[in-house]
């Protein structure tokens, strides 16, 4: 397919956390009733929530969107792939609508939609047969995300969490320290400093590599 496309959040997310609080302190030890450290808490999965967005290239909380196509040129049978997924179905009805050159919104009968890769096909005028899309302006309605919030991303997220709080205070350049008959401490290094590469938690990279979306 060749042309551009425009992403805009027409509704954005209350919260992009991909944890809740108590979550985090049922994780890091800290007892539900100790609110002193909330706050500093409540940054942290701030952080590791958007970390996780960027590296997987998509946000994971549920939001509207609208998709703006201009001179795609597709090919029969090809589909167009929402930027954000899976779509929101409800009540077995996906939440998406689709016009083309400013017109009406599309008859649910002509396209064809698989929510957990926002795929849509477009069929042909009597909607049996592929067709293709080749609008000069197509514009995608739609809500995608995910409600929950899967459990392995939860999982990576607050294993990421722990490696940026048990970080904090500690020198970076440490990389090993022996007290003779006391303590012997080995780091990884500065493994959660960043959002990249060797700076993501090697569990949590696992647990996010299905989820990372390679395009733009």
């Not at 969107?65 to 009805?93: A, K, S």
């Not at 929950?148 to 990421?160: C, F, K, R, S, Y």
Request: overall charge negative; some cysteine; hydrophobic content about 45%.
């Amino acid at each position: 397919m060749s042309g551009y496309r425009i992403n805009r959040v027409v509704m954005p997310a209350a919260s992009m956390a991909l944890v809740t609080l108590d979550q985090a302190k049922a994780a890091l030890g800290i007892p539900v009733e100790d609110t002193s450290k909330d706050a500093a808490l409540s940054a942290h999965i701030d952080s590791v929530s958007a970390a996780i967005n960027n590296y997987c290239n998509r946000i994971f909380a549920v939001q509207e969107y609208t998709d703006q196509i201009r001179n795609l040129c597709g090919y029969w049978g090809e589909p167009l792939v929402t930027r954000q997924f899976p779509v929101v179905v409800e009540d077995g009805v996906p939440l998406v609508t689709v016009s083309e050159d400013g017109g009406l919104p599309l008859d649910a009968g002509y396209l064809e939609l698989h929510p957990e890769t926002g795929s849509l096909y477009r069929l042909d005028s009597a909607g049996a047969a592929p067709g293709a899309w080749t609008a000069a302006l197509i514009l995608v309605e739609y809500t995608a995300g995910f409600d929950p919030i899967p459990d392995d991303v939860q999982g990576a997220a607050l294993e990421w969490l722990g490696t940026r709080w048990y970080a904090v205070g500690r020198d970076p350049a440490l990389r090993s320290e022996t007290v003779p008959d006391l303590l012997t401490q080995v780091y990884a290094g500065d493994a959660g400093a960043g959002t990249y590469g060797g700076a993501v938690p090697a569990g949590a990279r696992d647990l996010l590599a299905p989820y990372r979306i390679w395009f733009v």
